[in-house]
């Protein structure tokens, strides 16, 4: 049981350059979210997912794409990199009905030079 | 923007002593969760309170929850130098679906 496995660990983009982060879970988790941590602060939600076919925005959307075709996986795609979007990323996933834990990925550390 | 305002922002203790870290947030929850973060790695779940519960255990983690006062606090008990790391509050709403906020976090730092 590998919980939830996120890939690459680490990137380094070019200004401009597009990439996928990928997130797989494997406990049959309903719900799966994004976040990025950046220095100093909390987890910050970009988008998340209550089942396949289903998305939404969380509160730092712009510049990042999800779609969710299976209840396994759940990438990140970086449009058009920019120096802003550098941070580390998190996937994080848990079960519907409210009050339980959530999973968290080892994380990407996104560099955008 | 962010829900819970951790206090302290850093906190440095001797092994076996007590830490008591704050969590303060703004709006109505169906939970609060505390998670622990050792550098460089992933968020790890450590505890979850219902919004109608006040107190919680686990092994040596004690939660509290103040709904009135909107806070919340955890007490790691006998610290240990491996307890080195951050510590997040997380509040999950009571709308819906809805996601974690978290809060930016107490550094905790157990010295042997």
């Known amino acids: 049981n590998a919980g939830v496995t996120q890939t690459p660990k680490f990137q380094v983009l070019k200004t401009g350059q597009s990439m996928t982060l990928q997130c797989a879970q494997d406990?049959?988790?309903?719900?799966m979210s994004w976040y990025r941590q950046d220095p100093g602060m909390g987890l910050r939600l970009i988008h998340y997912?209550?089942?396949?076919?289903?998305?939404d925005q969380g509160e730092v959307p712009n510049g990042y794409n999800v779609s969710r075709s299976t209840t396994e996986d759940f990438p990140l795609r970086l449009l058009s990199a920019a120096p802003s979007q550098t941070s580390v990323y998190f996937c994080?996933?848990?079960?519907?009905?409210?009050?339980?834990?959530?999973?968290f990925g080892s994380g990407t550390r996104l560099t955008v030079v | 923007s962010q829900q819970g305002e951790e206090d302290p922002q850093a906190l440095s203790i001797q092994e076996g002593e007590n830490a008591t870290m704050n969590c303060s947030y703004k709006?109505?929850?169906?939970?609060l969760q505390w998670y622990r973060q050792n550098s460089g790695r992933g968020l790890v779940h450590l505890i979850l309170?219902?919004?109608?519960?006040r107190e919680k255990h686990s092994g040596r983690l004690r939660v509290t929850l103040d709904t009135s006062k909107k806070s919340s606090s955890l007490l790691i008990t006998a610290s240990r130098a491996a307890d080195t790391a951050s510590y997040f509050c997380?509040?999950?709403?009571?709308?819906?679906?809805?996601?974690?906020?978290f809060g930016k976090g107490t550094m905790l730092l157990v010295s042997p």
């Open positions: 994080a996933s848990n079960r519907q009905g409210g009050n339980y834990g959530y999973t």
């Open positions: 406990m049959n988790h309903e719900y």
């Open positions: 997912s209550v089942g396949a076919g289903i998305t």
């Open positions: 709006t109505s929850i169906n939970n």
């Open positions: 309170i219902r919004s109608n519960e």
């Open positions: 997380a509040t999950e709403g009571d709308s819906g679906y809805s996601t974690l906020t």
